[in-house]
């Protein structure tokens, strides 16, 4: 039965016409690139597609129809063509279903980061103004308070059920799909909003669509495989590049609901793939257990959303046998670049920008391409770039150029060959007393001191340099630094201009939930040079 808030699909002269055109639809073939190439062609498949961890598997003939039930139940609450459907739930099969059934409705798919505040999450209903919230039915009170005076409707999900399940239980396991041009927009990702307020990427059915047919290809990633699924998906890098792949693909996925390294050891030997961030590896590699036997039957390993150290790498590839192929991308872009499957995984750079994807490196003040080895900031372009920022029309033409390029922000060289290697992003630049000093130089000189776990090099502000250098330092478990000997170092290998000024030692660095180090932090919280 549905629930009593939510319109019944009778009620309305729009929902009469949005049955109108499903019947129309029924019998006369429409496209919908997203659906046709991700989800139509498992309709009818006993293939098994998501293993939950309760050990429940759900074939993938079973998870469209439940995207076509979660479609009528759009349908029902009045969402059209283009309208935002704001996701702030659960992990759960459903959520994913909830994602099939956008796309086929013709919907945009919003979905929100779990840690964000109240505060945020109201910001993102008065920007967005979707026509529909699903969130954890445990939150159900501050989504209505929050969704007052608006159009949106809200329903819930959990994993005892929720208003959305129930309702999409009584629903019809088909919907005519509806059509989409390549162009429309099928989702709308928020940045993370940590030098202003979030930015809306709005990500077209083409966007998504051409990068999970590279990335799949170039990945070698089959039918054969079973994809190891612990990330968040909220973010690009759960959702679209895992996810997409996997169903374009055909793989098998065991849905984690959440990163466990218990669990994760458990579930490797019945593994082929892993997509995770750098924090997935260390912590696999601080656990005895982790060896070389139980990744076996594994066929790739990918790190991306933050930079792995080289000396992760090293480590890995002593203790396993593999090489982690390391890929780089964004928000805006979906995927980027990408190390080779086959060739020369190389530590400490993204690899070669896909094909299709063009990259060029640009000086930051005159904007002309640097030559090889000359750092510069990454522009791309191609089908995988967004169409530009939600109701930000003068963001986006500063950072699309009117050749379609996109300006990422981050910092990089590349080599004669092509490959690329990312120093930082061009708002982390330091710059003392008229130089240039790029963090990831000196965190890789304090990284490679014995004792030392990790570092994070920012700026703060100078009287008289108008920047100086500081280092955030992670000691290596139960090891406390020699300072002398760190800064004995930093004067060694670094010019003089480089050296940090001052040294914070932290138990950890505070990061995003893709494990990304957010300076912005600390040098918000940094108590500032005496």
């Known amino acids: 039965m549905a629930p009593t808030s939510a319109p019944w699909h009778s009620e309305t002269a729009l929902d009469a016409l949005t049955l109108l055109k499903t019947s129309f ?80 409705a013709g919907a945009v798919y919003l979905p929100l980061n779990s840690a964000y505040t109240e505060a945020e999450l109201a910001y993102f209903v008065e920007n967005a103004e979707p026509k529909l919230i699903v969130c954890d039915a445990a939150q159900e009170t501050e989504w209505q308070s929050l969704s007052r005076g608006t159009q949106a409707s809200v329903l819930t999900l959990s994993e005892a059920g929720g208003t959305l399940s129930d309702w999409a239980d009584a629903m019809p396991r088909s919907f005519a799909t509806l059509p989409r041009e390549d162009a429309d927009l099928a989702a709308l990702l928020y940045t993370s909003g940590t030098t202003g307020r979030s930015k809306g990427a709005m990500l077209s059915h083409r966007n998504l669509l051409s990068n999970a047919r590279t990335l799949t290809e170039l990945w070698h990633i089959t039918d054969a495989d079973r994809l190891l699924h612990a990330l968040p998906i909220f ?96 928000t805006e872009t979906n995927m980027i670049t990408s190390n080779p499957y086959q060739g020369d995984r190389r530590a400490g750079t993204v690899g070669y920008p896909l094909p299709n994807v063009e990259v060029r490196i640009t000086d930051l003040e005159e904007k002309k391409e640097v030559s090889a080895g000359e750092i510069g900031v ?24 009117q050749d379609g390029f996109f300006i990422t922000g981050d ?110 932090l600390l040098r918000d919280q940094d108590p500032g040079l005496k």
């Open 235 to 330: 973010h690009t890098h759960g959702l679209f590049v895992a996810l997409n792949t996997a169903l374009l693909a055909g793989a098998e996925v065991r849905l984690m609901k959440q990163f466990d390294v218990d669990l994760l050891l458990e579930e490797l030997p019945g593994g082929t793939l892993l997509m995770g961030v750098p924090t997935f590896y260390t912590r696999l590699l601080a656990d005895p257990r982790f060896t070389r036997d139980l990744t076996s039957a594994m066929r790739l390993f990918i790190s991306g959303s933050a930079p792995l150290l080289a000396e992760t790498h090293a480590e890995f590839e002593a203790r396993t046998g593999h090489r982690i192929l390391e890929r780089y991308g964004m």
């Open 378 to 401: 990454i522009e791309v372009r191609g089908d995988n770039v967004f169409q530009g920022y939600w109701k930000m029309p003068e963001k986006t033409a500063e950072e699309l150029r």
């Open 25 to 104: 639809f029924g019998w006369l073939h429409v496209t919908n690139s997203l659906y046709d190439a991700l989800f139509a062609p498992h309709e009818r498949s006993e293939r098994p597609f998501l293993t939950l961890d309760n050990g429940h598997s759900i074939s993938y003939g079973d998870f469209v129809a439940r995207g076509a039930q979660m479609a009528q139940v759009l349908v029902s609450c009045g969402v059209g063509p283009g309208d935002r459907v704001l996701v702030h739930a659960p992990k759960l099969a459903d959520t994913l279903a909830l994602y099939a059934g956008t796309v086929q």
């Open 411 to 520: 910092l990089a060289t590349s080599e004669p060959d092509g490959r690329i290697s990312i120093v930082g992003r061009a708002k982390d630049l330091i710059i003392a007393g008229g130089f240039n000093i790029y963090p990831k130089e000196v965190e890789d000189v304090l990284n490679g001191i014995d004792g030392i776990s990790e570092s994070a090099v920012y700026g703060v502000a100078h009287p008289d340099f108008g920047e100086s250098v500081v280092a955030a330092l992670v000691p290596e478990a139960d090891k406390v630094p020699d300072l002398d000997e760190v800064e004995a170092i930093a004067r060694e290998k670094l010019a003089r201009f480089k050296h940090p000024r001052a040294y914070r030692v932290l138990t950890e660095l505070p990061r995003n939930a893709m494990g990304k180090v957010q300076k912005n």
